[in-house]
């Protein structure tokens, strides 16, 4: 503990080091990973939700109405959009992860992460609702 930690024959060196450890600790770099995970996971299960009920309207849109077929592959399109999001703010938060990184930079990832994720996990679930909707 830093506290502990007797201030008097301590260097500045010895003290930036005691900083660092405190605000660098091992763990930092497993939110950055977990954002990242986050980033792919949850774009990725809204894309196929959207994809699953777009396509389940461009099957009984193409029976039903064939001429409008190609205007309802719009919603399983933009359903497939949804993962290239999640992939690249996903390279984009693992560009940054190194081993000794401050705490503050690895919640920052991990939020970035969640973010984008839950965004598109609810476009995804938007998109499915919409797509399903227009094929009837």
């Given at each position: ?21 405190e ?36 099957f ?77």
């Open positions: 503990m830093p506290s502990q930690v007797p201030l008097s024959g301590m260097t500045v060196d010895d003290m930036t080091l005691l900083m660092s450890a605000r660098c600790p091992i763990y930092a770099s497993f939110f950055g990973a977990m954002g990242c995970a986050a980033a792919i996971i949850f774009t990725v299960i809204g894309a196929s939700y959207g994809t699953a009920k777009s396509a389940g309207a461009i009984s849109s193409g029976i039903i109405r064939p001429e409008r077929l190609m205007q309802n592959t719009l919603c399983a399109i933009m359903a497939q959009i949804l993962s290239i999001y999640g992939l690249v703010s996903s390279v984009i938060i693992s560009g940054d992860l190194v081993e000794k990184m401050p705490l503050h930079q690895g919640f920052l990832q991990f939020g970035a992460g969640v973010s984008v994720g839950l965004c598109g996990l609810a476009a995804g679930f938007a998109i499915g609702i919409v797509g399903d909707a227009g094929g009837e």
